[in-house]
């Protein structure tokens, strides 16, 4: 089972760019789909990216479409995601998680393996 660890979380000016990682630990990085979720207070977790075994990237939430980049360092056993031109609403517990050998599809269901999340606040 892929242990993960999020980082690069905490207080983003609006306008600013959030860069966050996400290591893994424990088997065989590569061949985890990786994604990232959010989630606000009061609101359900959210998926908005992912990128594939193949290193195909997908973007789920329309809000950050256009505004999001995620990444994968298999050799580090690292993903990334950075969003730029950050708002309030983009603040909340930024989630890593992987999924063993399967799409980008089945990872935005959301069974695979979680972090523990990290904070992510940009103040209005």
């Not at 893994?24 to 990085?29: I, K, L, R």
């Not at 990237?57 to 505004?67: A, H, P």
């Not at 298999?74 to 998680?97: Q, W």
Request: proline fraction near 4%; charge should be neutral.
């Amino acid at each position: 089972q892929l242990q993960l660890a999020e980082s690069g979380g905490g207080l983003v000016q609006p306008g600013g760019t959030l860069s966050l990682s996400c290591s893994g630990a424990g088997h065989t990085f590569d061949w985890y789909a990786i994604g990232w979720f959010r989630q606000a207070p009061g609101k359900e977790r959210e998926a908005v990216s992912c990128i594939s075994i193949s290193n195909q990237s997908t973007d789920f939430l329309e809000s950050v479409k256009g505004r999001v980049t995620i990444s994968r360092d298999n050799a580090k056993s690292t993903a990334f995601l950075r969003m730029t031109s950050l708002k309030p609403e983009d603040s909340g517990i930024y989630y890593c998680t992987a999924d063993y050998g399967k799409p980008c599809w089945h990872l935005q269901r959301g069974g695979g393996t979680w972090g523990q999340g990290t904070q992510v606040t940009v103040p209005s």
